[in-house]
């Protein structure tokens, strides 16, 4: 299986490049690589009403790779999961990774000349998705009761080292 590019090549939020070709079987993406991210909701039933609501944001504008939400995701869980119990918290991913990433790869070395096109077919293949996030914007909810403030800021914490940007945590009191 090939390396996975260092996500500096895709972390600036820039306009998402359609191709448009006068033959249609080459105006779209062809392919659209499967979601990595398992659940988008975890812990207790959505029902369920608490006293805080805490909210991860990111600091600047940028893409977030389907493997970084999934990998703050299953940390963060796992550490609620142990410290606070299933039915004690409820946590929501608000992003969705929509925006497929695409890499035109190329080829150096002995006889690389036969192999790569160069930038003469340059669209490049589906190698991933990413969420499109601004400034501000919630990535991770939680919500959980006044006893178990502190475990949850840890909680997110541990999310926002997963991810290829510094985040502030935000916490609110519940409106429900």
Known sequence: MARLRKFCAYRRLERPYTRRSKFVEKS???ANPALKI?????????????DYV???KPKAALQIRHDALESARQTS?????????????????MVY????LRENPLAAGAGADRMSTGMQKSFGKPI????????G????QLKVNKAHIETAKAALKRASYKLPCSCRIEVAHSAS
Do not use: C, W
Request: net charge positive; glycine share 6%.
């Open 54 to 56: 805490l909210n991860l």
């Open 97 to 100: 990774p929509h925006h497929v």
């Open 38 to 50: 398992v659940r988008f909701e975890m812990g207790a039933p959505p029902s369920k009403s608490f």
């Open 128 to 135: 991933g998705l990413a969420a499109r996030i601004k400034r």
């Open 137 to 140: 914007q919630t990535i991770f």
């Open 77 to 93: 869980n796992r550490f609620l999961e142990s410290s606070v119990g299933k039915n004690d918290y409820f946590m929501k991913i």
């Open 28 to 30: 779209y993406v062809k």
